[in-house]
């Protein structure tokens, strides 16, 4: 808003002696260019992961060094996420998102299938259970389209990479951009309050491979 953005204009110009000031922004060029002349500018980047272990071996000594290599690869560059990583509940959601997969990429029986997805009842704790299997799902959906391109090195869940190899040769391009399309789908249902366990199993449902 130009309102806002010539009152800190005024702030920049005549600044408090008592305060320094931050300014973050994922856009500079969104700024005034008179904001930005008079500032200092560092470029911000991701942090590199074998840098954030380093930092988890301090920080977190109770995790093991794989525990601290799939954390500073899923904290994407920030240290700060990776210091405040829920592990326990990430690989809970991710033995969850598996049997979904599993499910749909190998068919047979589903007594599993149905087991875990009974477990995300409605309500406000259901809500981050099933907000957080989502974010799982497209965190291994990415690293079986990483290894279909032949880069598995840009896997993030590095100590289930043979699980997931196993996966990938179940899978194609196709079943992975249609997998993503109906996880966007349960994403969509979510904010409609549909049921949660029937929305996941249709997930895997739609997705089995004959």
């Not at 309102?3 to 973050?24: G, M, W």
Request: glycine fraction near 4%; charge should be negative; proline fraction near 4%.
């Amino acid at each position: 808003m130009k309102e806002a953005a010539n009152s800190l204009l005024k702030v920049l110009e005549e600044p408090p002696e008592f305060a320094t000031i931050f300014l973050l922004t994922e856009n500079p060029g969104e700024l005034l260019p008179t904001i930005r002349s008079r500032s200092m500018v560092f470029q911000l980047a991701a942090l590199p992961a074998e840098e954030i272990e380093r930092d988890l071996a301090v920080q977190r000594p109770d995790w093991k060094a794989a525990e601290r290599a799939l954390v500073a690869r899923l904290s994407e560059g920030a240290v700060g996420r990776a210091r405040s990583f829920d592990l326990a509940a990430y690989v809970t959601a991710r033995g969850h998102a598996l049997a979904l997969l599993k499910s749909a990429l190998q068919g047979g029986e589903h007594s599993e299938l149905f087991k875990v997805t009974e477990s995300y009842r409605p309500g406000a704790e259901g809500r981050a259970k099933t907000e957080q299997l989502i974010r799982t799902l497209y965190s291994l959906l990415r690293d079986l389209a990483s290894i279909e391109a032949g880069v598995p090195e840009f896997v993030r869940n590095t100590d289930i990479a043979s699980e997931l190899k196993r996966l990938a040769e179940a899978a194609d391009f196709e079943w992975i951009t249609a997998a993503s399309d109906r996880l966007a789908e349960v994403e969509r249902g979510m904010r409609r309050n549909l049921l949660r366990s029937l929305s996941l199993d249709a997930f895997a449902a739609a997705l089995e491979k004959a």
